[in-house]
Structures are given as C-alpha cells and as structure tokens.
C-alpha cells in the first residue's frame, strides 16, 4: 500500500505544469523540429488537457477499442505527416477573462501554411488546454472532431 501511494504521488508530481502557454507550445514545436531533424517521432505531452478535453479524448480511446478513433492526424501538426517550417509562437489574452488565454502558432508543414489557435483556461492555478481551431489548411476544432460518437 506504501508503495503504490509513493509510485502514485509520483505521477502526479510528474504531471506536466503550464507556467506559461506560450512558452509551452513554442518548446512543443522545437521538440517536433527536433525530431524532424534527427528523423524520430515525437509525442506531445498529453496530461495537459481540461477534464472536459481529456473526457473527450478518453471517450474516443474507449470507442475506438484499439482502433483509429475520431481524429487519424496529429492535432499539433495539422497532419499525418510533417515537416515544418516557418514556425512562429504568439499569445493574447481573452479581454474579460484573465484566466484564458488564445496562443496562436502559425507554420508551414510540408509546404502548406496552418494556424493554429490554442485555447487555454486556467484552472486551480494550473493552465490546461481547453480546445484548438484550424483556421488554416484543413479548417476544424478539436473537439468537435473528438465528438464524432454518439
């Protein structure tokens, strides 16, 4: 019992801390450039996500069943595939809300120019991403696309 409390508080302090969502989704995109550069895979932090975006997330991973769920792209690069390029990271507060903030990442993956919008709240004096727009390339909002079941 000593053990699996030890083990569990120290996931929990491994969770991921947002001080600062911009700085966050810049270092993100270096990892993803990084990567690119040494020809390896990257995975973005997922323990970063509001309860009502892990809900959806979890919701999908259960309906799939193994499966390719809702969304067959990787979110941070608005594709399957990526080579990116011209990467720029900015922020801007929600007028009236202090607790959220947009962080807006516009880039070329494979050639083609995307924005990303990256809506955070914060909650419990945690930022936690809340949702994401496409407004470039492949237009969408990512949890709409998480709500394809029923």
Not at 3 to 30: C, G, H, Q, W
Request: with cysteine; aromatic share 10%.
């Amino acid at each position: 019992m000593l053990l699996a409390t030890a083990l569990l508080a120290n996931l929990l302090s491994a969770a991921m801390e947002i001080s600062d969502p911009e700085k966050f989704v810049t270092d993100v995109y270096k990892q993803y450039v990084a990567a690119q550069q040494s020809h390896k895979d990257y995975v973005a932090p997922e323990d970063i996500y509001t309860p009502r975006l892990a809900g959806l997330f979890a919701k999908d991973k259960k309906m799939a069943k193994g499966e390719v769920g809702c969304i067959e792209m990787d979110f941070w690069v608005n594709g399957q595939d990526w080579k990116l390029g011209k990467v720029n990271v900015s922020s801007q507060s929600v007028a009236g809300h202090p607790d959220r903030k947009i962080v807006v990442a516009t880039f070329d993956n494979l050639r083609t120019p995307m924005e990303l919008h990256f809506h955070f709240i914060q909650q419990r004096g945690k930022w936690l991403l809340d949702d994401v727009d496409s407004l470039k390339g492949d237009k969408w909002t990512l949890s709409k696309l998480l709500s394809c079941w029923p």
